[in-house]
């Protein structure tokens, strides 16, 4: 079985310019969550989507951070216009959505934004 | 606020001595606690998790933690540790059965030959 995958593993952009991550979750997971980890400090979450449904987005840093689930499969987080305090490692996690249950991570992207 | 914290930055043990990794968490109600590791380039893993029952979790990799409710803590323990143990831990809580993981600030473990 496929674990959640996360593309691109790193990617390197200016200050200004767009950036869109992807995540595949688990087959039949229908909760999705991003996360988010700056250098040196805790993972905070970002959102978390039942299905296509945002659940919660109360960690989303402002209105440049966008993120969509289409039909309740792969989802995407699109930053724009990137800003440097953007840098960081994007985690996304997947879970079937059982009380209790694990929420099972990829390998994360790494942005760097110069 | 409700968190979990993780006392140590670094925990530095030798191979084949016990090793602990600190957490504490002050959360209302009852916690459900986990931990995970990151190994390098490589994404978080889920090591083991307390919902409710024993106290004493045992895990993957022969980890274990004991949830210790009067003294707020869910340490990370194992009883040998090995070189290929070294990597970055995080404890977690959620504040009900689904939704988000509130992290620690994440402990890097070394073990030397």
């Known amino acids: 079985e496929a674990g959640v995958t996360q593309f691109p593993s790193h990617s390197v952009i200016e200050k200004g310019q767009t950036v869109t991550l992807r995540c595949d979750p688990i087959s039949g997971h229908d909760n999705l969550y991003w996360y988010r980890r700056v250098m040196g400090k805790e993972i905070k979450f970002l959102l978390h989507?039942?299905?296509?449904?945002?659940?919660?987005e109360s960690g989303m840093p402002n209105n440049r951070f966008l993120a969509e689930r289409t039909g309740g499969t792969y989802s995407t987080l699109k930053v724009q216009p990137a800003e440097l305090e953007d840098s960081g490692v994007y985690f996304c996690?997947?879970?079937?959505?059982?009380?209790?249950?694990?929420?099972?991570f990829g390998a994360g992207t790494r942005l760097s934004v110069l | 606020a409700q968190s979990v914290a993780q006392p140590e930055d670094q925990v530095n043990v030798a191979e084949g001595n016990p090793l602990t990794v600190k957490c504490t968490y002050s959360?209302?109600?009852?916690?459900?606690l986990f931990w995970y590791v990151q190994y390098p380039n490589r994404g978080l893993q889920f090591l083991l998790k307390?919902?409710?029952?024993?106290?004493l979790v045992k895990g993957s990799y022969g980890f274990e933690a004991e949830f210790n409710k009067s003294q707020t803590s869910f340490h990370l323990k194992k009883p040998s540790a090995l070189v290929s143990d070294s990597a970055l831990y995080f404890c977690a809580y959620r504040g009900s059965t689904l939704g988000r993981l509130y992290f620690g600030r994440g402990t890097q473990l070394t073990v030397w030959p």
């Open positions: 307390y919902i409710t029952g024993d106290n």
């Open positions: 989507f039942v299905k296509e449904s945002k659940q919660d």
């Open positions: 996690a997947s879970s079937p959505g059982l009380p209790g249950d694990i929420q099972y």
């Open positions: 959360v209302s109600g009852n916690p459900y």
